[in-house]
């Protein structure tokens, strides 16, 4: 059934970049978003389209309102959604105080369940329609997330977690078991309706050299299925990875000599890393993901986006959810304009819907499938309500320009300015 959807509409063709270059945008003021059995028919200027439209189409009018493509969080954790804002520590502290406990308890099967259906629901309300997702080193986590994302239709990347050193006993995995779990879960999973599956070292600080390689040796019979870590978020770590791993030219080149940088491969943070880094991750197709509301929140560092796209990595916002303080991408993207004002980079407000979209399926190398409105691409998408709030209402009144009115939800957004989100041209009802 052929359905459509009135407002104005803006979506990204490709990175406006620090100039916010304006080919890079489509911006109808007045437009209709078509959509045909949860597929993109057209975008375009409402009045033209409308003239065409037959009379049976059901048009939903949303004036005033934005559409924009579904957002794509590059980088969460929903085992930590209850430790979400939890005082004090950098990294490696807070992974033993916080993290590890509440992944603990992921032992256990009906929480696991319980909490992977509240943190859909809380993407969902935030316009996140697409997520890579790390689990805990169960392998049933990967199964409720994978579960609870199947009955809402929507496109998501999850994984079990990798660990079987440098943490808690409960916490374990062994070389053998990560891969026989991994495997299993990669069948099960992988390809089946909109999901796809991870493979979910946590970081090489977590993973003997025996895990590490029979995660390469995964990634290798499954060229497919991503890879999922984090890499150079924090300078202790950073200084351990270099203790650990002497042989290795710098800590993303550990990754690289187990076979665990390649098309699909995403890293978390990239905030420590060199030239010569940058250009081995482009090269090879990895992907880094941008969390800087994490990155502040840890005291972790602050990430360059100038260099890493000056180099032609591939980069995506994550929120990095529980070291993230905001499961929002319009929250994160406020964040990333600081992060990047600190440093004398720019970030104008298509930039930023870019990574939050576009450049984030780039980066997942999903952008055949959504990040935009190009014809056939499936119909995720976003409704802003630029009176979200009392006082954004009144800011956006007097915006001169749509990257103006954007840049202020940007920066004053939270869940009530998504007024709704679609998922495959359905609307997505909060349970
Ligand atoms: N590095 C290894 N594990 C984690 C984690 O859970 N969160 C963050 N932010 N960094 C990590
Ligand atoms: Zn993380």
Redesign the pocket.
Known sequence: MREAYRASLLHCLADPGEEAESSALEYFEDGLLIVEDGVVVEAGDAPTLLAQLSDDTAVTDFSGKIIVPGFIDCHV?FP?LDIIASYGEQ?LDW?NRY?YPAEARFADEIYAREIANVFLNELLRNGTTTALV?GTVHAHSADAILEAAESRGMRLIAGKVLMDINCPDELQDTPESAYADSKALIERWHGKDRLGYAITP??ALTSSEEQLAAAGRLANEYPDVWIHT?LA?NKAEVEEIARQFPGSRSYLDVYDQFGLLRERSVF?HCLHMDDEDRSCMAAKGGAAAFCPT?NLF?GSGLFNLRAMRAANVRVGLGT?VG?GTSLSLLRTASEAYKVLHLQNQALPATRALYLATLGAAEALYLDDKVGNFEPGKEADFVVLDPAGSSLSERRTRVAASIEEALFAITMLADDRHVAATYIAGTRSVIR
Do not use: Y
């Open positions: 954790h930590q990294l992974l993290a790390f946590r970081f984090h978020e978390a994490s840890l990095d070291g």
